[in-house]
């Protein structure tokens, strides 16, 4: 393998939970008098903390963005994330085949709260392969688009940025993966490709089975 480390973003790319999390966060935003469609509230929030967006949140709302609605959030978001996540297609057996191949240079750079993160990863029975390399943007001087996650991720493994592959879903994540220094891996299974090829993204993929062929 090309590479001597990999390190996956984990919404979008290891687990299935962008729509759930959307769902939740758009009811909730609803019930404070701004109206969003999914799609809507996708392209608003993909990729950030719901914190970065705290401004516009507060101008829309006519509201401000307290402690207590952000934990009301986090608490509904992860009740619904035990019932409903399940992990993105051939992301257990991928995951599984880079361990081996990188005797367990892999790490979790998610944007994402810790809680939420090591929820998921157990809810998919994928923590194992990540346990002591998971890394949260909510514990960085800055989250993505920053590179410091993975920065933090690459160092953690003793990996120069320049010698890892970043897996991301999102342009967000994708810019701070190339702000790392790090080669980039788009997985795009829906919709346009063309703003990550833009960015100057390796590759962009369909399918989470090409990956490995990818890394090769």
């Known amino acids: 393998m090309r590479f001597e480390a ?36 996708m392209r608003i929030f993909l990729g950030k903390m719901v914190r970065d967006e705290r401004a516009r949140i507060e101008r829309e709302t006519g509201q ?22 399940e992990i993105v297609r051939h992301a257990r057996e991928v995951v599984h085949a880079v361990h081996e191949r990188l005797d367990g240079r892999i790490a979790c750079a998610s944007g994402a709260d810790r809680q ?25 001087p800055r989250s993505k688009p920053h590179p410091d996650v993975y920065l933090a991720a690459a160092a953690a493994l003793d990996a120069a940025p320049r010698r890892c592959a970043v897996v991301e879903d999102s342009l967000i994540g994708a810019t701070a993966g190339l702000a790392a220094g790090a080669t980039v891996l788009a997985y795009v299974p829906h919709g346009d490709t063309t703003p990550f090829e833009r960015a100057g993204v390796a590759a962009v993929f369909r399918d989470m089975a ?7």
Request: charged fraction near 25%; aromatic fraction near 8%; include cysteine.
């Open 6 to 41: 990999v390190l996956f973003d984990c919404d979008g790319v290891l687990v299935d939970s962008e729509p759930i999390v959307n769902r939740v966060l758009r009811n909730m935003l609803v019930e404070r008098g701004w109206a969003l469609s999914e799609a809507e509230c």
């Open 64 to 85: 401000p963005l307290t402690e207590e609605w952000l934990a009301a959030f986090r608490m509904q978001r992860n009740a619904a994330l035990e019932r409903e996540l």
């Open 116 to 140: 939420k993160v090591e929820l998921q990863l157990r809810k998919v029975g994928l923590h194992d392969y990540f346990a002591g390399r998971i890394f949260s943007g909510h514990e960085m």
């Open 210 to 216: 090409q990956l490995p062929a990818l890394l090769a």
